[in-house]
Protein backbone atom coordinates (compact mmCIF):
# COMPACT_ATOMS: atom_id res chain seq x y z
CA UNK A 1 0.00 0.00 0.00
CA UNK A 2 1.36 3.84 -0.57
CA UNK A 3 0.11 6.94 -0.16
CA UNK A 4 -2.48 7.73 -2.41
CA UNK A 5 -3.55 4.46 -3.30
CA UNK A 6 -7.21 3.00 -2.09
CA UNK A 7 -6.63 0.42 0.65
CA UNK A 8 -9.48 -1.43 -0.26
CA UNK A 9 -9.12 -4.36 -2.55
CA UNK A 10 -12.23 -4.17 -4.28
CA UNK A 11 -12.35 -0.72 -5.63
CA UNK A 12 -15.34 -0.13 -8.47
CA UNK A 13 -14.15 0.18 -12.40
CA UNK A 14 -15.49 2.44 -14.89
CA UNK A 15 -19.01 2.03 -15.02
CA UNK A 16 -19.67 1.06 -11.45
CA UNK A 17 -20.99 3.24 -8.56
CA UNK A 18 -20.98 1.99 -5.26
CA UNK A 19 -22.13 3.45 -1.61
CA UNK A 20 -21.35 3.18 1.92
CA UNK A 21 -23.31 0.53 3.93
CA UNK A 22 -21.92 0.80 7.08
CA UNK A 23 -18.61 2.74 8.85
CA UNK A 24 -17.21 1.77 12.82
CA UNK A 25 -14.26 3.41 14.19
CA UNK A 26 -12.62 0.61 16.60
CA UNK A 27 -9.21 -0.30 18.03
CA UNK A 28 -6.85 -1.54 15.28
CA UNK A 29 -6.51 -4.65 17.89
CA UNK A 30 -10.60 -5.18 17.35
CA UNK A 31 -10.87 -5.51 13.55
CA UNK A 32 -12.91 -8.68 12.64
CA UNK A 33 -11.98 -11.26 10.15
CA UNK A 34 -15.27 -10.47 8.47
CA UNK A 35 -13.78 -7.27 7.85
CA UNK A 36 -10.78 -8.56 6.76
CA UNK A 37 -12.39 -10.77 4.11
CA UNK A 38 -14.88 -8.13 2.64
CA UNK A 39 -12.04 -5.70 1.97
CA UNK A 40 -10.40 -8.31 -0.49
CA UNK A 41 -6.86 -7.68 0.12
CA UNK A 42 -4.10 -10.50 -0.17
CA UNK A 43 -6.15 -13.98 0.62
CA UNK A 44 -8.27 -11.80 2.28
CA UNK A 45 -7.24 -13.36 6.03
CA UNK A 46 -7.27 -10.87 9.25
CA UNK A 47 -3.31 -12.34 9.45
CA UNK A 48 -2.66 -10.61 5.88
CA UNK A 49 -4.77 -7.54 6.78
CA UNK A 50 -2.77 -6.81 9.79
CA UNK A 51 0.15 -7.58 8.52
CA UNK A 52 -0.15 -4.81 5.37
CA UNK A 53 -2.38 -2.10 7.87
CA UNK A 54 0.80 -2.34 10.70
CA UNK A 55 3.33 -1.88 8.10
CA UNK A 56 1.21 0.98 6.57
CA UNK A 57 -0.19 2.63 9.65
CA UNK A 58 3.51 2.38 10.81
CA UNK A 59 4.91 4.17 7.98
CA UNK A 60 2.33 6.94 8.04
CA UNK A 61 2.21 7.56 11.62
CA UNK A 62 6.07 7.91 11.54
CA UNK A 63 5.50 10.81 9.17
CA UNK A 64 4.01 12.41 11.83
CA UNK A 65 6.00 11.65 14.62
CA UNK A 66 3.64 9.29 16.15
CA UNK A 67 3.82 5.36 17.15
CA UNK A 68 1.81 2.21 16.07
CA UNK A 69 -0.67 1.16 18.91
CA UNK A 70 -2.81 -1.68 18.92
CA UNK A 71 -5.46 0.61 20.35
CA UNK A 72 -5.09 3.22 17.36
CA UNK A 73 -8.81 3.49 16.28
CA UNK A 74 -9.41 2.92 12.46
CA UNK A 75 -12.48 3.28 10.26
CA UNK A 76 -14.14 0.26 9.09
CA UNK A 77 -16.16 1.58 5.66
CA UNK A 78 -18.31 -1.21 3.97
CA UNK A 79 -19.34 -0.52 1.04
CA UNK A 80 -21.96 -1.71 -1.15
CA UNK A 81 -22.34 -1.94 -5.04
CA UNK A 82 -25.91 0.50 -6.47
CA UNK A 83 -25.00 0.27 -9.89
CA UNK A 84 -23.51 -1.52 -12.09
CA UNK A 85 -23.62 -0.28 -16.08
CA UNK A 86 -24.22 -3.02 -18.50
CA UNK A 87 -21.97 -4.21 -20.82
Known amino acids: M ?6 GGR ?12 VAVVPYR ?8 RE ?3 DCSLAFWRQV ?3 FFTEE ?8 RQDL ?3 CEEFVKVYSQPT
Not at 2 to 7: A, C, D, F, L, S
Not at 11 to 22: A, D, I, L
Open 61 to 68: LARAGMVF
Open 53 to 55: HEA
Open 11 to 22: VPGPGVSGGTER
Open 2 to 7: RRGRPM
Open 73 to 75: PVV
Open 40 to 42: GEG
Open 30 to 37: DVTANHAR
